[in-house]
């Protein structure tokens, strides 16, 4: 069994900065990649950023290109997630997750999630 637990969300203005922490634990910790995802109320989850746990390209949605960065550190599995020049529309819970599938920009590809973090941005 994994278990995964997000830190690093809170209130912060537009334009601000925010660094979201995932950490894993469970035995063999060793999955195809890991991603985040955000849900804003009355909004489908949607896909933010993955990582090859393994090394590899990294992927964004378009809307967080430029201004996101994903980052992992396997000897801590860790998996990090920098957000710069934040916007209200960046308002959601995020949720970090664990793949052990292809299509990472799919939630239902994710069998392990975390319980989520709150982002709030002002305007």
């Known amino acids: 069994q994994v278990h995964l637990v997000e830190s690093g969300g809170g209130l912060v203005q537009a334009g601000g900065s925010l660094r979201l922490s995932c950490a894993a634990s469970g035995r063999s910790f060793s999955p195809n990649a890991m991603g985040w995802f955000r849900q804003a109320p009355g909004r489908e989850r949607e896909f933010v950023a993955a990582i090859p746990w393994g090394g590899g390209t990294t992927d964004y949605a378009d809307s967080v290109k430029g201004r996101f960065t994903i980052s992992r550190d396997n000897p801590k599995n860790t998996v990090y997630l920098q957000m710069n020049s934040l916007k209200p529309e960046d308002t959601a819970v995020y949720y970090c997750?664990?793949?052990?599938?292809?299509?990472?920009?799919?939630?239902?590809?994710?069998?392990?999630w975390g319980q989520g973090t709150q982002v709030t941005v002002s305007s």
């Open positions: 997750a664990a793949t052990y599938g292809g299509r990472w920009q799919q939630y239902y590809e994710y069998r392990y």
